[in-house]
């Protein structure tokens, strides 16, 4: 795999102030930028910590309760202050943090219900149960589990926005026809070229050119999006790194599928 080598002194100044730094650095969490900075985050990666607690056991009425309730437990000050060198990670500081939570949970005989019926945020978890029972029945453990659906989240987010992106510029059904070429590397011939440029009256040299640009557009938005998760910008490489091994764990991927997958984050 590659190093840092995509990063530049612009991306780093980008990158100084994530949303996680910004929490860790607060005097106080609940101060409104830190809090919608949190909430953000809990928002984009609940899914994980609902896959966990189901693949631990939860029924999933119960795998609900205990996420919300531990986001109204995040989202206190104190919850900050008894977690300690995983902090610079958002995801490993989320996990240990549910572990923990979970157990405190368990010894009170009851899947957390400390929020009362409050949803500190809003989960559509009867698309997370749909989701879950699509997971394979395989031996993945549930941390396991949980990093792999926390890269695919990521991933999710990043080509939301891509596809945003493009959506604005008139070019929404270019980003359809190209997105494959961020997911399926033996997909690249110029066959698949030259179909998609008679589609979108191109030429097959053309549509080599975007896709290129796709993908160094989609390996820059994934730096950015892994960068606001991590206390220090220049972790993003190893972030990605584990992210890549933890999905391809639970896809039992190849030796070249990780070489694609490398090329495509630009590790």
Not at 1 to 16: A, I, P, Q, V, Y
Not at 125 to 140: F, I, S, V
Not at 227 to 254: F, H, I, K, M, Y
Request: proline share 3%; hydrophobic share 40%.
């Amino acid at each position: 795999m590659r190093t840092g080598n995509s990063s530049s002194t612009e991306g780093k100044d980008l990158f100084r102030t994530t949303r996680w730094s910004l929490i860790l650095n607060s005097v106080d969490v609940q101060a409104p930028e830190s809090w919608a900075a949190l909430s953000e985050l809990c928002r984009l990666y609940w899914y994980p910590l609902y896959a966990f607690a189901r693949r631990s056991g939860y029924e999933p009425l119960d795998a609900e309760d205990l996420t919300q309730s531990f986001f109204l437990h995040l989202l206190e000050k104190e919850a900050f202050s008894r977690v300690g060198p995983e902090k610079g990670k958002f995801r490993a500081f989320l996990l240990a943090s549910f572990k923990n939570h979970m157990s405190v949970s368990w010894h009170k005989g009851r899947a957390a219900k400390r929020g009362g019926g409050c949803q500190v945020i809003s989960l559509d978890t009867e698309d997370a149960e749909h989701r879950y029972q699509l997971e394979p029945a395989d031996d993945l453990t549930p941390d396991r589990v949980f990093d792999a659906r926390w890269a695919t989240t990521l991933l999710s987010r990043v080509t939301a926005r891509l596809q945003g992106e493009y959506a604005r510029q008139g070019k929404g059904q270019t980003f359809e026809r190209l997105k494959v070429f961020l997911v399926q590397a033996d997909y690249e011939d110029m066959n698949s070229y030259r179909r998609i440029a008679d589609e979108l009256g191109l030429t097959a040299g053309g549509v080599k050119t975007l896709v290129f640009r796709l993908r160094k557009h989609f390996a820059a938005v994934l730096r950015e999006e892994v960068a606001q998760t991590l206390a220090n910008p220049a972790e993003v490489d190893s972030e990605l790194r584990a992210l890549c091994n933890a999905l391809l764990a639970s896809r039992g991927g190849s030796a070249e599928e990780e070489k694609d997958v490398a090329d495509n984050w630009s590790i």
